[in-house]
């Protein structure tokens, strides 16, 4: 077999950025120094601006140089959130991924690392294919990033225990706050396909508590996921319910909850005097679901003639991706998928996608490992939350609550009266 | 002068919780037990539920006794954001304050403490004159608490680091999070009279910009203040000017903007077939200011025929006064304050509000102490943004800035390619 063309290196970051995806970047930068600009195979290890934009970028300024960056100034990116090089919403199809073929000709690139979700493996995929049938030398890596936690083949994606750590502690302390003012509350985390996120709202209880009627649960009392088809009949049942007993409800429900037809439930809630002038509902925002499902809980308990229950929704929107603090867990993860793809690179791997495998969870003793997959396993697919980690229409199982607990770092201990 | 007669001493906790609350309902506790519970003159320190409601309360379960709580307990209830006793919304006019002193009468309380903002200042107040015209020996102290700052007197209130640090820290993360997808980013702060906590969001940029340009500023590049009257002209002017230089724009706003005539902006943004069956203008949610601006901000700065820009709101709720992790020096004070009114009890003091004075702000030698005022000069009026804090339309000074950034604690370093 012949040897494997010299040339650069190129590192891009794609779609949401989360608190640990710079780690991922300086991974890489490490990984590749430690081995393949060693022994000379990488010569220039570049950053593209914005993802694949960089790259496609005619002239300057669409790629910097990240070798010439020394190791604090590296080690104080990789501990910032949110993108260091930007990012970018683009999905490349085919015309833009030879687009991309082209910049990594013109640029003497040789070793081609995305750091993102399923789309990001999916243009690491036909970049590769491309390549191969053009006979242009190329290797292709996508490393995990999603705060959805969604890929396949991933135990978990880096990004995401540092999300979940937020989400369970937004809700340790809003479910204190609940209980001192009384009322109904409703909380929209993200997740717009997968239920993870959101049901890491339930480590805010301290235990698991599978089984339990959900007025008997700590707070959140309910949880709704994307998996499960969501019916705002049985909601306002369950909320009247534990609202009755205790005087208050604490609800974590995900943005992209669903009827049985599939059809997103913030739109169902809008009334019908709340469409523009060419009939269609008015969305503006991001907080229209929780707006909509706090006015309709509160027409639906409000007694005929009587007061109407304190009701309040919170969308967390964008600081469950970009909050300073961050898992430990995940900061560590974050830099080994990096470091591990510059391996596979070094090793001779001509694609993969490196994945996250937890390898013990026993109590105490947590460990995972950094593995490879192909890319076409991982790329387009959403991962759903498993059938065992849901339970029934409002909650989340002992399973799911021992999946993600070691994944988010030690949470405060909260005491009541 | 006559002895002051012993008997029980009652705590409340009223209004919106904050994360370091329990710190002075546990300051309270240990500054009684250390004082007028050694010398005899408090027989037991009742804690009241839901506030003063806990107090008018007939029959059982609205006094909790806090003198049998053990230390250990107590240290975790302190370290435990929002309200341990509950709280309460109610705010007692004359004849609610009666049934306060009847309270007090019943259950022999001859000291009365409530941790509160201006409207518990003016509970205290009012059941003070009621108990010394009625000749009842009652002696009445206000323990400073908001999140919102906005207290008369005070230099600044417990509650309020805590919540300027996750404001800071929200901004820091989320400017990187803009800075990296680009686009135009709107957050709103809580705090409707007072910009207090809205101009913490300025401490996100490191240092003081007084003067700078907004695009000259790090993010955020524009701060909204309830103080300042707001131009949706001159807003939008502002936020076009940035965003035409950067390509993304990072914005503060406080949730009490409002125009010239005092009206708020909020239901001035809907438009007009957003009106329900009555005529009324539909504002389902705290989320309506956000959805609005973000509208408008769309609207105002899409081309003819060309591509809208990137706007995304995000209203930062609840979370801010119930952030498990707090604002070092906030908890010191929190504690602090509860513990002085304990002491100014024991001192002989008939009424007062415990005020937080800053006696040093020397680099790095940050000190306060805790004061007495009368609780007629805390009552019911809203302290408001000084103008030496305020620069412009849309920014705060190096003033602001030299006296915020005391009181929140470490920042962690941002560091960007």
Redesign the interface.
Known sequence: MPEFVSGNAVIG?SG??T?VINQSLVGLVEGLQAGLATSGKVKRIL?MR?GVRGLVKEGEGGL?DLAA?DTA?LE??A???????????DKPDDAYCERILDGCRRNDIRYFFYIGGNDSADTCRIVSEKAAAARYELRCFHVPKTIDNDLLENDHTPGFPSAARYVA??H???A??N????GI?INVVMGRNAGFLTAAAALARGAATDGAAPADRPAPHLIYLPEVPFSTDAFLADVEAVYAQLGRCQIAVSEGIRDETGAEIGPKLM?S?????HGNV?L?????L???L??FVKKGLTPAGGKAPRV????????Q?????TSPVDVEEARAVGRHAAELAAKGDASASVIMVRTSNAPDAYRSECRRADLAAVARRTRHMPAEFIAGSNDVTQAFHAYCLPLVGDL??????
């Open positions: 970051q949401g950025p608190a950053g914005h910097v960056i100034k104080a990116i501990a910032t959130p949110s993108a260091a090089l930007g990012s970018t919403r502690l937004a340790m302390g809003d204190l706050d209980a001192s003012l009384g509350k009334r005097d709340e469409r523009d002038a008015q503006s925002g991001s907080d229209a929780g707006d909509g706090a006015d309040r929704a919170d969308t967390f929107g964008y600081l991706r970009c909050w300073p603090y405060p201990k909260m005491e009541r009266l």
